[in-house]
T-cell receptor, first 116, second 113 residues
Framework: GAVVSQHPSRVICKSGTSVKIECRSL??????MFWYRQFPKQSLMLMAT?????????EQGVEKDKFLINHASLTLSTLTVTSAHPEDSSFYIC????????????FGSGTQLSVL | GNSVTQMEGPVTLSEEAFLTINCTYT??????LFWYVQYPGEGLQLLLK?????DKGSNKGFEATYRKETTSFHLEKGSVQVSDSAVYFC????????????FGSGTRLQVQP
C-alpha cells in the first residue's frame, strides 16, 4: 500500500547549522505535500503546502527563508531548517496527497529535531 | 478559523476497559471529521471518518459520531487491547480535501495488560 518514508526520525544538531528532512512517497505519486510542526502538548500546525514543481505556500508566521521546502519530483519533498536555533526544536511531519486527489492523505512517521 | 480541541493525555486504561477520548471542534460550514492513529515509529493512519451530521464512523471496534449540535466527535471503544496503545489525533477538513487537515494536539493512550 501507499507509504510515506520520512527521514531522519530523530536529529540533534548544533545551533546555526542546517538540517534537511526528507519525505519520499512509495508506490504512489505525491502531487501535494503538507508539512506540519508540533510543539509539546500542542496541535500539529500546518507550516506549508507544496505542489510538485511549484513554490511552496507558507502559512502566516512561518518564515519561508528559514524553512526551505523543495518538491522537485512526484516522489520526494524536502524541508530544510536553515541556521537552526533552539526554538526550532520540534516534531516535524509530512503528509502527502496522491494524484487521485480527494481527502486521502498519507503521513510520514515524523522527525524529532533537537537544536542545542 | 478552524480549531480542534481534544482531551489531554496520557490516558491509561486496563485491558478490556471502555475508552472515550473527547474531541470538539470549531469550524465554518460543514466539515468532514476524522480520527487518525499513530503507532510507535509509524506515520499517522486514518482510523475512521464522518462527513456529515449524525454520521457514525467505525473501524477496528472504534466508533465516533458526528454531533453538530455539540460540535463534537468523541472516539469510543468498548473494550481496549494492549495493541491499541498509540497516539490518537482528531482532525477536520472543511474545504472538500483541497486544504490540509486541522488537527488537535493528540491524546496518548496506554493500555496495560
Amino acid at each position: 500500500g501507499a507509504v510515506v518514508s520520512q527521514h531522519p526520525s530523530r536529529v540533534i544538531c548544533k545551533s546555526g547549522t542546517s538540517v534537511k528532512i526528507e519525505c519520499r512517497s512509495l508506490d504512489f505519486q505525491a502531487t501535494t505535500m503538507f508539512w506540519y510542526r508540533q510543539f509539546p502538548k500542542q496541535s500539529l500546525m500546518l507550516m506549508a503546502t507544496s505542489n510538485e514543481g511549484s513554490k511552496a505556500t507558507y502559512e502566516q508566521g512561518v518564515e519561508k527563508d528559514k524553512f526551505l521546502i523543495n518538491h522537485a519530483s512526484l516522489t520526494l519533498s524536502t524541508l530544510t531548517v536553515t541556521s537552526a536555533h533552539p526554538e526550532d526544536s520540534s516534531f516535524y511531519i509530512c503528509s502527502a496527497r496522491g494524484t487521485g486527489g480527494g481527502e486521502k492523505l498519507f503521513f510520514g512517521s515524523g522527525t524529532q529535531l533537537s537544536v542545542l | 478559523g478552524n480549531s480542534v480541541t481534544q482531551m489531554e493525555g496520557p490516558v491509561t486504561l486496563s485491558e478490556e476497559a471502555f475508552l472515550t477520548i473527547n474531541c470538539t471542534y470549531t469550524a465554518t460550514g460543514y466539515p468532514s471529521l476524522f480520527w487518525y492513529v499513530q503507532y510507535p515509529g509509524e506515520g499517522l493512519q486514518l482510523l475512521l471518518k464522518a462527513t456529515k451530521a449524525d454520521d457514525k464512523g467505525s473501524n477496528k471496534g472504534f466508533e465516533a459520531t458526528y454531533r453538530k449540535e455539540t460540535t463534537s466527535f468523541h472516539l469510543e471503544k468498548g473494550s481496549v487491547q494492549v495493541s491499541d496503545s498509540a497516539v490518537y489525533f482528531c482532525a477536520l477538513n472543511n474545504q472538500a480535501g483541497r486544504r490540509a487537515l486541522t488537527f488537535g494536539s493528540g491524546t496518548r493512550l496506554q493500555v496495560q495488560p
